[in-house]
């Protein structure tokens, strides 16, 4: 278990929630999406770093339930998990790409594609995978 990679990966999730936060303020809606979808991702990255090294995907929600099903959490954790592996997947690939390059079928721009109901629906996953992550890392039980 790393310990460290966890920790970086949450102080990561966080600072990217935090301009998320600070996106929504400023309604900057793209950009909240974005930093919304960088905070699931590393919330869910920060609890792949409790099994060890995490390698470089958009898509750590699938690796967290590949994890779950091979049974590398404790039981006692395994709701937590799956539910921050299911923000993440929810704010996965397609949202990363969509909040950067907007969708390029439609010809439309990210910034046409968010407005404030999706960065508030994207935030409060945000929000919801990072709480659980760090109730997961600094005071839940162990994989």
Request: charged letters at 25%.
């Amino acid at each position: 278990m790393s310990n460290e990679e966890a920790s970086y990966r949450l102080r990561l999730a966080e600072g990217f929630l935090g301009e998320a936060r600070h996106n929504r303020q400023y309604q900057l809606w793209r950009s909240c999406v974005d930093n919304s979808q960088l905070a699931a991702e590393h919330a869910a990255k920060a609890i792949l770093g409790l099994l060890g090294p995490v390698g470089r995907t958009h898509d750590p929600g699938a690796a967290l339930l590949d994890a779950l099903d091979k049974q590398r959490f404790a039981e006692e954790i395994e709701d937590l998990v799956r539910r921050i592996a299911q923000c993440a997947r929810t704010l996965g690939p397609q949202i990363h790409v969509q909040s950067d390059y907007g969708d390029e079928a439609t010809r439309r721009t990210p910034w046409e594609l968010f407005d404030q109901a999706s960065a508030a629906q994207a935030l409060a996953l945000a929000e919801e995978a990072v709480a659980l992550a760090k109730q997961v890392i600094e005071g839940g039980p162990r994989p």
